[in-house]
């Protein structure tokens, strides 16, 4: 008898939630940041085992939106959640509880037909007392939790019995994906992911939701073995133009040198990539940007 369906993780910006889909899946599919709101899509990533498959759809951190690109995330977060069997629950085992996480465990009751874990993250940052302290206050946060787990992505300490547990959790059925992918984004959607990653390392807080990538063009070079990568990084600002491209182009350099890194195992050759930065004036407050964006 196998189990598939979809699990979901939420909670708090930067509660770990894409460090976990991606220590789940094995693979680097979600983005991770340590910067809040970096993922801005459902992406998903596959889990085999012998006795069934899980999806794991990645979701944006929930949060008070200020932009329309704020609220366009809080909209996707709610359809995903519409559409999942299992919701996972992320805390951070290094910090109290408090009224944002109250605010996500209780709007889950807008969503009766998901099973509803609790996951105490980060364990391996945290005291056996504070670990202990979470779960309890995790526990406390709903009546309906079907298991609260404390794990660390980092170690991969518990990763198996949460696997276990959400596997355990999902409907009887044959697996909804063939056994060899890992995620169903498009090579495009990855590397303009891969990129933007890259562009971010490093920058001031200013920036992070100002950055936007579009790829333009993936082509085999003729008579070559590299493959030719165009792409736009696009910002709201001129000033924002200056930061990612550095003095006389350093940062740029650093970044395409980062993206590249990533690029090349992702198409399985040698990448020539080309980024230009472009400015959108104000691009996350309009609906047409937004659009041609992705949004």
């Known amino acids: 008898m196998t189990r598939s369906g979809f699990v979901t993780f939420v909670g708090r910006p930067n509660v770990g939630k894409s ?8 693979e680097k599919v979600a983005i991770t940041s340590d910067k809040p709101q970096t993922t801005r ?7 085999n ?11 944006p951190g929930i949060h008070k939106p200020r932009t329309l690109l704020g609220e366009r995330l809080n909209h996707l977060v709610e359809q995903v959640l519409g559409d999942v069997d299992v919701i996972g629950f992320c805390v951070p085992a290094t910090e109290k509880v408090g009224p944002g ?6 709007s889950l009751d807008g969503y009766p037909r998901a099973k509803k874990v609790a996951i105490v993250t980060k364990t391996d940052a945290a005291t056996r007392d504070e670990i202990t302290e979470r779960l309890i206050e995790a526990d406390s946060l709903r009546e309906d939790w079907d298991a609260v787990i404390p794990l660390s992505a980092l170690t991969r300490d ?7 547990e959400l596997l355990s959790l999902m409907p009887e059925g044959p697996a909804l994906y063939p ?6 984004e498009s090579t495009a959607d990855r590397i303009a992911e891969i990129i933007r990653e890259a562009a971010l390392e490093g920058v001031r807080d200013e920036l992070p939701h100002s950055i936007a990538v579009t790829v333009d063009e993936i082509a085999p070079r003729e008579g070559s073995d590299l493959t030719d990568v165009y792409a736009d990084i696009v910002v709201e600002r001129d000033s924002q133009k200056a930061i990612i491209i550095g003095r006389k182009g350093s940062r740029l350099r650093d ?9 090349e195992p992702l198409i399985g050759g040698r990448v020539f990539l080309s980024l230009h930065v472009r400015v959108a004036k104000d691009w996350q407050r309009d609906p047409k940007q937004l659009g041609r964006l992705g949004f």
């Open 158 to 164: 518990q990763l198996d019995v949460l696997a276990d």
């Open 101 to 106: 996480d109250r605010r996500i465990a209780a």
């Open 41 to 47: 899509r459902a992406i998903r990533g596959i889990l």
């Open 255 to 263: 970044v395409g040198a980062t993206a590249r890194a990533g690029i």
């Open 19 to 26: 460090t976990l889909t991606n220590a789940l899946v094995g």
């Open 179 to 184: 056994d060899d992918v890992v995620t169903d």
């Open 49 to 59: 085992r012998p006795d069934g498959q899980l999806v794991v759809v990645d979701t």
